[in-house]
């Protein structure tokens, strides 16, 4: 179990050189607390303002650092985190290797396969000379095989309708898998199904709205109130989360759109999606596509395309099929939304 130390504290400084230790809570046996601030004096000559890593943190008050030892988690990669950028500038590359991204390479071990996790624009994706300079610059390193990439894309519905940057994003998953490195996006709404229906392409979909969905207001000090998440329960018949009142009315008076399984709708697309590709309805029904949720503490979704007896061979397994099976999904959400 964790506990203060001059070690502990002497390798906490040692990545946080200006943290001012001013107490430790109780020791519970499970992390070491302390109370804690940022001296800007302290901070060394070869930490340049520009990188902003130490610069400025003194204005954020007493701090609370907890330090925790053997959590029992194995992570898949390391993530190299960047900070996010709102413009295109002429130095961004620049400036996201001086905030953090070249520190952890260095200190990484070559053979060690991490994670870049990126913040970008919507303008940013659908410019084709930045995107393919931004993917120039990850593939520059040897050890990177991911890119965790999240959006800002503002609008002013829940849903994103610009086709432009649904398309662009396509686009940029084909670069991904073209030149060999996976891609997952984060922090995404109902796209989500477009996006892993060009393949082997990870996705995240939280259950709150704030976790579907990147901005920077999150982030920004107000004065307004704030308000908790509303809970919600995903229906699949909808392809939608319905606030838990709004769900308790629809299971008493639609039973039809409350009893509506994934499986259920999936089995009109299927038989859609293997009739566009030329298959019989038996081989549809053994599992051309597979749709499924869950719901437990957030929000998953998978696809499988898988090949069984009696199917056809690639180039059947088309990614137009797969939007088909997603257009007939939405179709019948739509008709349950208005019946």
Known sequence: MPSDSARLRADLLAC?????????AKESGQ???????FDDALIPSDVLPESEFLHDWCKWGRVVVKVVSDA???????????????QMYGNYIDRQKAFCVDAFMDLISPEEEVCISL??????????TFRTK????????????ELYLIYSAPRDTKQIRDRKFLVACHRLGQ??????????????????????AQGDIGVTMGSFENTRIFSIDKFLVTTEDRRGPKARIYLPGLLNWVQFDQAKEIRSQMPKVWEERPEMAARSANEATARD??????????????ARASTSRGFSLSWSYRRTSGLPKPPSYSTMHLYRFLLV???????LKTS
């Open 175 to 196: 670069e991904m898998s073209g030149i060999g490195l996976d891609l997952t996006w984060g922090h995404q709404n109902t796209e989500a199904m477009l996006s892993t």
């Open 329 to 335: 999904l939405f179709r019948n959400s739509t008709k």
């Open 134 to 145: 931004l993917l120039t610059w990850i593939t520059s390193y040897p050890n990177v095989v």
């Open 31 to 37: 992390r070491v607390v302390y109370f804690a601030h």
């Open 16 to 24: 946080f050189p200006s943290l001012v230790i001013d107490s430790v």
């Open 72 to 86: 029992g988690v194995k992570f898949r990669r390391i993530t190299v985190p960047t900070r996010f950028i709102d």
């Open 119 to 128: 913040a970008v624009t919507s303008s940013m994706i659908e410019d084709e």
């Open 277 to 290: 590709a030329g298959i019989d309805s038996n081989g549809a029904k053994r599992g051309l596509i597979f």
